[in-house]
C-alpha cells in the first residue's frame, strides 16, 4: 500500500462542510476559524478489541470509530465541527479497504454535520482508528456536564437499550428466533451506532442538569454521573425501554434481558437528568430529534447507584457488574 | 491491568497549564475557551513500525507521540495549547509502564507549554499512541503554511540534520567509532525529538512564507513544500547542517552521510521559506529560541526539487528517494 497515494485517496474523498474550516488536508496542521468554546474527545477502536474484520465491514469499522467520538459531544450538547482521524492499517489491509473505512466516517460525518480535518495513515500490525472530535459552543453554560445532578432531579434515558449487546451476541453466532428485522436492527446497532447530536443539544436547551452517553451500560455510566454529581441514582430497571429482540436474544443466551439492556456497552444512548418542571421540554426535544425519551428513575441523596426491580433493590457501588436477581 | 484505576493514576499525574481550560478529565469531552483561530494536528506512532520496546524506554514512547504531533504546531507557526492522548496498551505492558508513557508526555507537555486535556486508554494487541494537538493563532495571517513559497525566497532549516537517522542506526546495533558523546545525542535524537515550537513562531512573527517540519527528511518534506506552493526548490546539499557524528555513523553504515541528512525521517527541525531581506529577521528567530538556522538554497520558477552537491545536480521529482551523487 503506498502511505502517499493512499492520503491522496483519503483527500479525493472528504467534504468540507463548514466556511469556518479554512485550511484541511495537506497542511501539517488544520486551520479552523474558532467559537467561543472549543469540546474535543478522542476514542479509539481496535481490531479484535471492539469490531472483528470478521463481521464488521470496513465501512462498519470507520463508522464506528467516528461514532463513538461524536457521541461524546452529543453528551455535552455542544455543535459537531471537525474530526481528525488516524488509521493504523496492517499490511493484509488493501488500499480500496482503508477508503472504505474513511468513507463510512464520511458518510457518518455528512449526516452529522462535522468536516474530516486531517489525521493520519501509518502502517501497524493491528487495524486501528482514532478519531478525535472537536464540537462548538458559545458558552460554558450552553454545554451539559456529568457533575450537575441534583437531588429531585428525574433521570431520564433516549432511544433503546441493549440493543448493541444482544447484536453483539448474535454476530458471535448466538442463534434466537427472532424475526428478520429484529435480527438486523441488533445487527445494526452494534454496527452503525447512532450519535445524538441533535437530542444532545435539544436537552441541553431543554435545561438538562447532567448528562452522559452510554457507552459501557447504564449500570457503569449512570454510576460515572452520580459520583461527578457526588449524588445517588434510583433507577427503576423494570422501566429501562429494551429494543425489540433484546428478550428474545437473551433468552437464547440464557442471560436476562435486563443485564444486556443495564450492563451491555455500545448502545450509545443519552442518560441525563433534569429538574421536574423541565420534564415536558426534554420530551419535546425527543420529539424534535425523532427519538423517545423515557423516565427511569430520580436522583436521590447519596453515592449509590441502586438499580430496583419488581421492587427488590439491586444495589451497584461504582464499576461493579450488575447482578440480577 | 484495570482501566479505570489506570485513567485515574493518569488523572493524577496531569497538570492543567492554562485557565483556558475549563473541563479536562472526568468528562465526555474537554472544554476549552477557544481563541480565534484553531490548528490541530493528530499523530500516532506504533511499536515496531516507528519504535521498539526493546530500544526505547516508556518514557521515550510518550515523548516521542506528542513530540510529532507539536512539531505540526511548530511548523504553522501556532501557540500550543491542549493534547488528547490514546493509548493502546497491550497486556503484556504493565500499569506502571502505561503510566510512564504518559509521564514522558507529559513532561514534554510541561516544556511545551500545553495541557494534556483528555484522551482514551483501550486494550490493543499493539502498543500505539495517538495524539491530537490543538494549537491556537490570534488570525490566519499569523499562521505560515506550506504553499506561500515565492521564487526568490531564500531556503532555510533549523538545526542538524541526520541526527535521528543516524540514531535509528545505532539503536539497531550498528557500531561506529563515535566519542560517547556523539553516540548519546545521535540516540536522543531519535527518542527524543524537540519540537522547535518557539522557534516556529519566531520564524512566523519574522515573515516566514511557507513551513514545513522535517519528519520524513527533507528530501521528501522540501518536494512537499515545493509542491504546495507551486514552485521549484534547489538545495545546495553541501549546506545542510549535518549532526555530529552523523559522517561516522554513515561510514560505518557505508552510507552517504548526505543520505542520512537529507532522506531519513525524525529530525522534525522546520524547514521555511522567507524573502532575502528579512534574512536577518529568521536568523534573529533563530538566536531568540536558542537553535541555529543555516540557509541551504533558494526558491526557483518549477516545480523540481533539485539538490546539488558538490555542483553536480541530483533531481528528485517528487517523493522518489535521493540518491546520491
Redesign the interface.
Known amino acids: 500500500m503506498g502511505e ?1 497515494e493512499l492520503i491522496a485517496g483519503i483527500e479525493r474523498l472528504l467534504r468540507r462542510r463548514s466556511d469556518r474550516v ?2 484541511s488536508l ?25 469490531f472483528e474484520r470478521a463481521t464488521h465491514s470496513p465501512r462498519d469499522i470507520g463508522h464506528k470509530a467516528l461514532a463513538t467520538s461524536l ?3 452529543a ?2 450538547g ?1 455543535d459537531p465541527g ?1 474530526a ?3 488509521l ?1 492499517i496492517p499490511e493484509d489491509v488493501s488500499e480500496d479497504d482503508a477508503l472504505e473505512i474513511m468513507s463510512g466516517a464520511e458518510a457518518l460525518a455528512e449526516g452529522a454535520d462535522t468536516t474530516i ?4 495513515v ?5 487495524l ?1 482508528v ?1 478519531a ?6 458559545e458558552s ?1 453554560e450552553a ?1 451539559v ?2 457533575d450537575g445532578a441534583q437531588p429531585g432531579d428525574l433521570v431520564g434515558v433516549s432511544g433503546e437499550l441493549g440493543g448493541a449487546g444482544a447484536g453483539l451476541l448474535l454476530l458471535r453466532g448466538l442463534e434466537a428466533e427472532l424475526p428478520e428485522r429484529d435480527h438486523e436492527a441488533l445487527l445494526a446497532r452494534h454496527r452503525r451506532p447512532a450519535p445524538r447530536l441533535r437530542l444532545g443539544r435539544g436537552l441541553a436547551g431543554a435545561g438538562a442538569a447532567a ?3 452510554l457507552s459501557d451500560g447504564i449500570a457503569s455510566d449512570a454510576a460515572h454521573l452520580a459520583d ?1 454529581s457526588g449524588v445517588g441514582l434510583e433507577i427503576d430497571a423494570d422501566l429501562l425501554p429494551i429494543a425489540s429482540g433484546v428478550a428474545a436474544a437473551a433468552a437464547a443466551a440464557q442471560r436476562n434481558p435486563l443485564e444486556l439492556a443495564a450492563a451491555s456497552g455500545d448502545d450509545y444512548e443519552l442518560l441525563f437528568t433534569i429538574e421536574p418542571e423541565r420534564r415536558e421540554a426534554a420530551a419535546r426535544a425527543g420529539r424534535d430529534a425523532g427519538v423517545q425519551i423515557t423516565f427511569i428513575g430520580r436522583v436521590i441523596e447519596g453515592e449509590c447507584l441502586s438499580l430496583v426491580s419488581r421492587g427488590r433493590p439491586l444495589a451497584i457501588r461504582g ?1 461493579t457488574h450488575l447482578e440480577p436477581a
Chains 1, 2 share one sequence.
Do not use: N, Q
Not at 122 to 126: I, L, R, Y
Open positions: 502517499l479554512m485550511r495537506g497542511e501539517d496542521a488544520a486551520v479552523v476559524r474558532a467559537r467561543p468554546v472549543a469540546v474535543t474527545s478522542l476514542d479509539t477502536v481496535v481490531e479484535r478489541v471492539h457521541s461524546d459531544l453528551a455535552m455542544a471537525e481528525y482521524i488516524g493504523g480535518a486531517g489525521g493520519d501509518v502502517g501497524s500490525p493491528t486501528f482514532t478525535t472530535v472537536v464540537g462548538w459552543a460554558e454545554l456536564t456529568r448528562m452522559i452517553d461527578r464499576y
